[in-house]
């Protein structure tokens, strides 16, 4: 992959696509406190950042990690206002983190193309407190996100798509990478979601630059001639009310860093009441369709 024309693409529609993930975030899985030491790994440009600090408050602290200096820069600049965010530009496989520095680590579709998955979430567990969390959201196969899927069917690229950002979709898979890398307790949430940047010009924008199909364009400019006329065909079919929508499937995991000291059982033990709360609330309300996959 090109780091640099996908980063140029990401941040020339970062306004679209924070739109159309927002509803993917799932921080109030991870529950963060006042007070509380957060690493966001593959922030981006920052939008979830802003999020987790507005949570853990000025008494606690968000790190946003993150490999692209050019999305990096603009999360600076939207958290000049925001004292208790601070960045660092590595690479989450292997950088050095402070030991047992945070209390929890959160991310949004930023683990799954690491070279050594392994490696990458022993690297992460070390930076975990005793009782310390991981809440990550990663995608489900291709075939289950439309979102993605029905762009590049519409083009007919279907054939040439990169299956990283989906390397995720088996949750049994992932419970044994992170089985291995030290973590417990961990469970894979199904959510379905639909989601939208926009109108039909806003969502071409974002389904030519980012994902399988941005990446295809990317590297293909000879495609696109082709392929945009076609995508914007089936866009235009789905439009409802000036907005397009597509179905999105995501895993939503969750793990604990291995320990035995009371505090470590306390914090999981008020972590799980808070979480049965929310999902009892949710199914009363009909606000969410989350199922749990036992690991």
Request: hydrophobic share 45%.
């Amino acid at each position: 992959m090109n780091r640099a024309l996908a980063e140029a693409a990401w941040a020339e529609v970062r306004e679209p696509l924070d739109r159309q993930l927002s509803p993917l975030g799932a921080i109030g899985t991870l529950f963060p406190e006042p007070g509380e030491d957060v690493l966001d790994v593959g922030c981006g440009t920052g939008q979830t950042l802003l999020q987790l600090a507005a949570m853990v408050g000025p008494s606690g602290s968000v790190v946003g990690l993150d490999i692209a200096p050019r999305l990096l820069a603009i999360a600076r600049e939207r958290a000049a206002a925001h004292p208790n965010i601070s960045f660092i530009e590595a690479d989450a496989q292997t950088v050095r983190l402070p030991a047992a520095g945070f209390d929890a680590i959160y991310s949004r579709f930023g683990v799954m193309a690491f070279a050594d998955p392994v490696a990458a979430f022993s690297n992460l567990r070390n930076a975990l407190r005793f009782g310390g969390r991981l809440v990550f959201v990663c995608w489900r196969a291709l075939a289950h996100n439309e979102l993605d899927h029905a762009p590049l069917r519409a083009a007919g690229l279907e054939h040439l798509a990169d299956m990283t950002p989906f390397s995720f979709s088996d949750h049994n898979y992932v419970v044994r990478v992170l089985r291995n890398a030290g973590f417990s307790d961990i469970a894979a949430d199904v959510r379905n979601s639909w989601v939208s940047c926009g109108g039909v010009d806003e969502t071409l924008a974002v389904a030519l630059a980012v994902g399988p199909q941005g990446r295809i364009l990317r590297e293909n400019p000879d495609l696109r001639p082709e392929a945009e006329p076609r995508v914007r065909r089936m866009l235009e079919s789905r439009a409802s009310g000036g907005y397009v929508e597509f179905r999105a499937a995501t895993w939503v995991v969750t793990a604990w860093a291995d320990g035995s000291q009371l505090q470590s059982l306390l914090k999981r033990r008020r972590y799980m009441l808070s979480r049965v709360s929310r999902q009892t609330n949710a199914a009363e309300t009909g606000s969410g369709d989350a199922t749990t996959e036992p690991s």
